[in-house]
């Protein structure tokens, strides 16, 4: 299967632990982007990484959340310090962004699902 | 800023009868637009999309949208609902001066009745 795929699918924790997910492109997409979607929600942009480099970040993601993309192919998201309200499932998606090609389509990925308790 | 509405979180609809979700937009620039569909405890499968081609978009699985921009609207249709199209739909816009960052909707859960 060459899609994107996450790791863990499904992620219990007590709070005040830390947790960290992974998420694997499509291999020659240049670009993986973070979205969190809360029950009942769609889902809200985190941060993006073209390459290794990590171009934007929402405000959402508060100085508890890191995430990494450090040879430009898996990025990792880690969160430290969980609380209750982290509760949701995080969305990897990859995209190839070609120069002059205005839209690059975002591919997603299965999801984590993090619980904690 | 851009952000999309979407008017009614669940519509239900017999199997075989039309089925219409609604989305409206707001974008400063030209926008990209966008139908996901989600199945439970699944990731997002991209039904279709509009890049500034043609207004009348055919997606996937027989759905299709269109691009009205007096209205600012991009409403999804199908003709005859068929009981796998039970699902989450979302609509999201995005544009190239963000990256092609999606903002999504809030969602529209769709229920096929036999």
């Known amino acids: 299967d060459t899609g994107v795929s996450q790791n863990p699918r499904h992620k219990i924790t007590k709070r005040g632990q830390n947790v960290t997910f992974r998420c694997d492109p499509i291999?020659?997409?240049?670009?993986l982007y973070w979205y969190r979607q809360t029950l009942g929600q769609g889902p809200e942009f985190l941060t993006y990484?073209?390459?290794?480099?990590?171009?934007?970040k929402s405000r959402l993601l508060s100085d508890r959340f890191s995430a990494e993309r450090p040879k430009g192919s898996f990025s990792t998201l880690e969160i430290q310090r969980t609380e209750q309200g982290d509760s949701a499932m995080y969305l990897c998606?990859?995209?190839?962004?070609?120069?002059?090609?205005?839209?690059?389509?975002?591919?997603f990925g299965p999801g984590t699902r993090l619980t904690v308790l | 800023a851009q952000s999309v509405t979407q008017l009614g979180s669940h519509v239900s609809v017999s199997e075989g009868a039309l089925v219409l979700l609604r989305c409206n937009y707001s974008?400063?620039?030209?926008?990209?637009l966008f139908w996901y569909v989600q199945y439970p405890n699944q990731g997002l499968q991209l039904l279709l999309k509009y890049t500034s081609a043609a207004t009348l978009v055919k997606g996937i699985n027989g759905f299709e949208a269109e691009f009205k921009k007096s209205e600012t609207s991009f409403h999804l249709t199908k003709p005859s609902a068929h009981m796998s199209d039970a699902a989450e739909y979302f609509c999201?816009?995005?544009?190239?001066?963000?990256?092609?960052?999606?903002?999504f909707g809030t969602g529209t859960r769709l229920t096929v009745i036999p």
């Open positions: 998606a990859s995209s190839l962004r070609l120069a002059g090609l205005f839209y690059n389509e975002q591919f």
């Open positions: 291999s020659e997409h240049n670009r």
């Open positions: 974008s400063s620039v030209p926008p990209y």
């Open positions: 999201a816009v995005s544009d190239e001066t963000r990256a092609n960052n999606l903002f």
């Open positions: 990484f073209q390459n290794e480099a990590q171009l934007e």
